[in-house]
């Protein structure tokens, strides 16, 4: 698949945007990733999808070419591929990182990442929210889900590696977020075509 990204600074829900493009057209791939969202959220749509600056917000496009009535069949398997890539991130275990059902990506000290999946006509919109950096102010939850983030994974040796100069530099830290996002959309993919493959 050929994805197609826009990207934005801020913007209330990726959902949303990704939603209003497929209302006007736009083909399976297209993304958009912001840097924060202001009303995000997640799988339960009464529960507020916090978004503050230093994760990770994208929502894609897709049109998987399976019966609809499959469609939440998917849920968990793309988020073990999103797992899969953290897991090679942060050069850990699948013990130290696991799937909730059906799609939280967790670690010892909390969640990692949170899945939505919004299907309509055939259609889906993915939507992924990857806790990387610590935002400016802590993230105020319920307890049930306390934020654990990418940055703080793996030994010391490789945070310093992979996270030193992002941790410093605004710039080199959006860049690392893109990349990231690169990843999980060709693991997103992968995935996909593994799953159609198996209903042919």
């Known amino acids: 698949m050929n994805f197609d990204i ?7 829900s990726t959902n949303d945007d990704v939603w209003d493009l497929a209302n006007h057209g736009a083909h399976p791939g297209v993304a958009v990733r912001a840097l924060r969202q202001e009303s ?9 999808w916090v978004s503050p600056e230093g994760g990770l917000y994208f929502s894609v496009l897709l049109e998987p070419r ?4 499959e469609f939440p069949s998917m849920s ?7 797992a899969r890539i ?5 050069g850990v275990t699948e013990n130290e990182i696991w799937v909730k059902p059906a799609n939280d990506v967790m ?4 969640k990692l990442c949170g899945m939505s999946l919004d299907a309509k006509d055939g259609k889906v919109v993915l939507g992924v929210g990857l806790n990387v950096f610590h935002p400016k102010e802590p993230i105020v939850t319920d307890g049930r889900n306390v934020a654990a983030y990418v940055c703080d994974l793996g030994t010391e040796e490789s945070r310093s590696l992979l996270f030193a ?6 710039l080199l830290r959006v860049q690392y977020l893109d990349a990231v996002m ?13 799953i159609e493959c198996e209903h042919i």
Do not use: F, H, M
Request: net charge negative; proline share 7%.
């Open 107 to 110: 670690c010892e000290a909390g």
């Open 6 to 12: 826009i990207y934005k600074d801020v913007t209330g």
């Open 76 to 82: 968990p398997r793309l988020a073990e591929a999103v």
């Open 66 to 69: 399976i019966p609809e009535e």
């Open 86 to 90: 953290v897991r090679s991130i942060a």
């Open 40 to 48: 995000g959220r997640g799988q339960w749509k009464t529960r507020p």
């Open 165 to 170: 100069n992002a941790l410093s530099n605004p």
């Open 182 to 194: 690169q990843g999980l959309l060709g693991a997103i993919d992968l995935e996909l075509s593994a």
